[in-house]
């Protein structure tokens, strides 16, 4: 007897039928232990997952099959190159299908109940019949590379409607990645026939403006007594606001809702309109209770047909499509340069000199521009 026949108990042998455990057969095939299709696992084998084609995911998300929806999702948001690539191809079949939804940014201050509110008016909408899309835009920490949302609202009962999708859309720490990752999920949810599409935002800075420029109508959610160390933020969103909703009016701060309301609709009166021929208000709202909600959709609507009718919609789109082009024009150039190898030999030794006093910044980012001009 071997030492291995010795070192093993009687009844563990290759073929262990009719036991619960079994030495398990060393792998075959590739270096990933797979055949050509199919892999081995505890003495079975299972078809290996094929690889879907670009046709494949067209039809997909066309006939609304959520799991292939989630795929090119992901095949989109990945940085690969070849993912990058086949991303490309299956938005390019897409494109033709897209455009046929209303799109709606929310922004609102810390705690201002966005979730809730969106929540709430999803399900509103997905009970009249309409499919919602909500892309909930998590930033990354430009410390930890981590997201700063760890505990991001879910958004359960609407993500349990078969009427709706909700998908958390992290920016990869850049701003950038928030404009280019986020367009295109919006696009795969139009070609998979979702008619109203929702962005939310943290609402932590520059990211309200990128949001902007993506969609047809800016929401922002207020508070009252939130302090004006919550609201400091608060002008230059309304700048950029087609509405404004006081969140959370309803018991003993219902009044107090009221009163905001005519403070916003004071101050949007010396404000120039974020959209042409349209007039930004401030309304109450009431997540908990439902009163209010309803009056959403009516706004927007209402703001739809106004601007279609003056050609204010689609001049918008159109901007914002030239918009995007210049973005990933900017997003391509900086990855270039950063990916340069001669950029990277000489970086370190150039950021020394400057360190060290022996240049400025200037002449620093002339010196490398010359490098990689080379």
Known sequence: MS???????????????????????????????????????????????RQLSVDDYVEGVLAGNRAIIAQAITLVESNSH???QLGQEVLKKLMPYTGNSIRIGFTGVPGAGKSTLIEAFGTMLC?????????????????SKGSILGDKTRMENLSRNQNAYVRPSPAGGTLGGVARKSRETLLICEAAGYDVIIVETVGV???EITVRS??????????????????????????????????KADGSN???????????????????????????????????????VPNIWE????????????GVFDERRKKQMLDWVRTLIEDQL??????????????????KQLINGETSPTLAVQSLLKIYDE
Do not use: C
């Open 214 to 247: 993506m969609v047809d109508f800016f929401l922002v959610i207020m508070l009252t007594g939130a302090g004006d160390e919550l609201q400091g933020m608060k002008k230059g969103v309304m700048e950029i606001a087609d509405a404004i909703f006081i969140n």
């Open 82 to 84: 070849k993912h990058i």
């Open 127 to 143: 009970d009249q019949g309409h499919k919602v899309a909500v892309l909930a835009v998590d930033p990354s920490s430009s410390l």
């Open 205 to 207: 800075g520059q990211s």
């Open 299 to 310: 706004v927007i609507q209402r703001y739809e047909q106004e601007t279609k009718s003056t």
């Open 334 to 351: 900086k990855t270039r340069f950063y990916q340069n190898e001669k950029v990277k030999e000489n970086f370190p030794s150039i950021e």
């Open 254 to 292: 219902k009044q107090a809702a009221l009163n905001a309301r005519a403070e916003y609709n004071r101050l949007l009166h010396f404000l120039q309109p974020a959209t042409k021929g349209w007039e930004t208000q401030a309304y109450t709202v009431s997540a908990l209770t439902g009163e209010g």
């Open 3 to 49: 030492n291995d026949d010795r070192s093993r108990p009687e009844w563990a042998t290759d073929q262990a039928e009719g036991y619960a455990s079994h030495y398990l057969k060393g792998t075959e095939g590739g270096h990933d232990g797979m055949t050509s299709n199919k892999k081995t696992v505890a003495g079975s084998t299972y078809p290996r997952r």
